[in-house]
C-alpha cells in the first residue's frame, strides 16, 4: 500500500468544498449514530457505553485510516448480531478480545489483497443489496411508529416536511440538521409528549478509557474467539467494500478499497481498547453524510469526535432529542437509499440479472443478515453465469474422403463437458477422425477429463484420432493432466 501525503492532505476537505460543510454534515451523523449505537448494544447483550464508545473510537480512527473519504464507520447491527452469543456465553472482556482479533484479521485481510474479491459482486447484487438496506432502514423505524400517539406522527411528518422544503431556500446547511434542531426546541420548550433518546437507554458520562481485555492469554481463549472473529472480520469487510463501492458512485470517485480494509482492522482494534464493540461501515449514515455535504475524511472525523463531545458534555440534552426527529431523518435515508429505477429495470434487464436482485433482498429482508443476502445474490450471479457461458461453445461435423472432422469453438469447463460428450455420440463410423479445436479453450481438467473420454470411446471403436488446434493454455493444461498414455491416443499438439 503506497502513500501519498499530498492526495491524503486533499481527501479531509476534497474538490475546494467548505470547511463549513463537512463540519455540519459530521454533526448530522453524529446525532443520527446516538440511537442506532444504542439499540446495536442491545442486540449484543451489553451497556450502551459499550456502542456508543466503538462509534466514536471506530468513525475517528478511520477517518485517519481509511480509503474511502466520505464513509461512515461505526458500531452496527451485523456485528452485534454475531457477537450475542459470545457476550451471552463468556461476557463482555471476551467480546473485546475477539473485536481485537476481527481487527488483526481484517488488517491481514488488507495485506493479501482480499478487496479484490469485490470484483466478483455483480451490479445486480449491489443494487439488490441497496435495495434490501433501504427496506431494513425503514423497518427499523416501524417500533418508534406503532402504538404512538398523533404528536409522534405529527412530528415525524414535520420533520420530512423541513428536510424537503428546507433546501429550497438554502443548502448551505444539512436539512436533516435543521430539522433536528426545530423538532428538538419544540418537543423541548412545550413538552411534547413523545419517546426520546434518553429513553433508548442511558447515556454514559465522561470519557472512555483505555484498556487492554482482561482474558487468559492463552490457547482456549483463542479457541474461544477466533471462530466470532473470523465471523465479525468477514461480514465487517463485506458491508464496508460494499458500502464503500455504493459511496464511490454517489460521489464519482474512487477509493483504495485495499487501505480500508487494513483501515477497518485498525479501527476496530483501537474501539475494542477504549471499551467497544466491533463494527465497519454503515451505509444509512454514509448516505447521510454525503446527502449532507460530506465528501472528506473531515466530516467522518467530526462524526465521532462531536459525538464524542456529546456524550462527554452534553449527554442530558442529548437525551432529551426526540426520536420523531430522528426517525424523520432515518425515513429520509430509506427513500434515497432506494434504487428507483431498478422497478422500472425489471422488465428492460436480462431475467437472471432481475431474479438476482430480488433474491438478494428477500433473502436479506428475511434474515436480516445482509451477509447472508449478499452471499446468496453472488452464489445466483455465478451459477447464471456458468449456464450462460456452458452454452457458448459449438460443435461442426463434417465426412470428407473417410475422414470425419469435428470442429470444436467455444468455452470448455466443467458446466459444458455434458453437451461436449453428447456431440460426439451418434454420428458416423469413419476410420480417421480429426477434432479441431484452435477455436476453443479448455479451462479446466473436467473440460480435458471430457476429451479424454471422447477420445477413449473412438479408439475402443477401432478409430484412429487426431487432436489439433490447442491454444498455449489448453496445451499446457493437456499436457499436465489428460490421460493419454490410459487411452493409448496419441494427440498431436499444434499450440499457436
Not at 488488517?107 to 451490479?123: C, E, K
Not at 434504487?339 to 434487464?349: G, M, P
Request: proline share 4%; charged share 15%.
Amino acid at each position: 500500500m503506497t502513500f501519498n501525503f499530498s492526495q491524503y492532505r486533499t481527501e479531509w476537505v476534497p474538490g475546494g468544498g467548505r470547511v463549513s460543510r463537512e463540519l455540519l454534515a459530521g454533526i448530522v451523523v453524529a446525532l443520527a449514530l446516538i440511537p442506532e449505537a444504542i439499540g446495536f448494544s442491545v442486540i449484543a447483550g451489553v451497556d450502551p457505553r459499550v456502542g456508543l464508545y466503538a462509534s466514536v473510537a471506530i468513525a475517528m480512527t478511520i477517518a485517519l485510516l481509511g480509503g474511502r473519504p466520505g464513509m461512515i464507520s461505526a458500531a452496527t447491527a451485523a456485528v452485534a448480531v454475531v457477537v450475542t452469543p459470545l457476550v451471552r456465553d463468556h461476557g463482555v472482556q471476551y467480546l473485546f478480545a475477539a473485536t481485537i482479533l476481527m481487527g488483526l484479521i481484517q488488517i491481514a485481510a488488507g495485506l493479501l489483497r482480499l478487496d479484490l474479491l469485490m470484483q466478483f459482486v455483480s451490479r445486480s447484487v449491489i443494487t439488490g443489496f441497496v435495495n434490501a438496506l433501504a427496506i431494513l432502514i425503514f423497518l427499523a423505524q416501524l417500533p418508534q411508529l406503532t402504538n404512538v400517539n398523533w404528536q409522534t406522527y405529527a412530528m415525524v411528518a414535520a420533520g420530512l416536511a423541513i428536510i424537503y422544503a428546507f433546501p429550497r431556500l438554502t443548502r448551505s446547511i444539512p436539512s436533516p440538521l435543521v430539522a433536528i434542531a426545530v423538532l428538538s426546541a419544540v418537543s423541548i420548550a412545550f413538552g411534547v409528549p413523545v419517546h426520546t433518546v434518553g429513553d433508548m437507554g442511558k447515556l454514559p458520562e465522561g470519557l472512555p478509557s483505555f484498556a487492554l481485555p482482561t482474558v487468559p492469554l492463552s490457547l482456549e481463549t483463542l479457541r474461544i474467539t477466533l471462530p466470532y472473529a473470523l465471523t465479525m472480520a468477514a461480514v465487517g469487510l463485506l458491508e464496508s467494500m460494499l458500502t464503500a463501492q455504493i459511496v464511490d458512485d454517489m460521489t464519482d470517485t474512487d477509493s483504495d478499497k485495499r487501505r480500508e480494509c487494513a483501515g477497518q482492522g485498525g479501527a476496530n482494534i483501537v474501539a475494542a481498547l477504549f471499551g467497544g464493540m466491533g463494527g465497519c461501515a454503515m451505509i444509512g449514515q454514509s448516505v447521510i453524510n454525503v446527502t449532507s455535504g460530506g465528501r472528506g475524511r473531515l466530516s467522518t472525523f467530526v462524526a465521532g469526535a462531536f459525538l464524542l463531545f456529546l456524550l462527554a458534555v452534553l449527554g442530558p440534552l442529548v437525551g432529551r432529542v426526540p426520536m420523531p426527529a430522528l426517525v424523520a431523518v432515518m425515513i429520509m435515508v430509506s427513500i434515497g437509499t432506494f434504487s428507483w429505477n431498478s422497478i422500472a429495470n425489471l422488465r428492460r434487464h436480462p431475467p437472471t440479472s432481475s431474479v438476482v436482485m430480488l433474491a438478494t433482498v428477500v433473502v436479506v429482508v428475511v434474515t436480516r443478515d445482509l451477509s447472508q443476502g449478499v452471499v446468496a445474490g453472488v452464489l445466483l450471479s455465478g451459477i447464471f453465469f456458468a449456464g450462460k457461458v456452458r452454452r457458448m461453445f459449438a460443435v461442426a461435423h463434417t465426412v470428407e474422403d473417410g475422414v470425419s472432422t469435428y470442429r470444436v469453438t467455444g468455452q470448455l469447463f466443467f458446466a459444458s463437458v455434458d453437451r461436449f460428450s453428447r456431440a460426439f455420440e451418434g454420428t458416423d463410423a469413419a476410420p480417421r477422425v480429426s477434432i479441431d479445436v484452435s477455436g476453443a479453450h479448455f479451462w479446466d481438467i473436467s473440460a480435458v477429463a471430457a476429451l479424454d473420454k471422447v477420445i477413449g470411446r473412438m479408439r475402443r471403436d477401432g478409430r484412429t484420432v487426431e487432436v489439433t488446434g490447442y491454444n498455449r493454455a489448453s496445451a499446457d493444461l493437456i499436457d499436465r493432466f489428460a490421460l493419454h498414455d490410459k487411452t493409448g491416443v496419441e494427440i498431436g499438439l499444434t499450440p499457436h
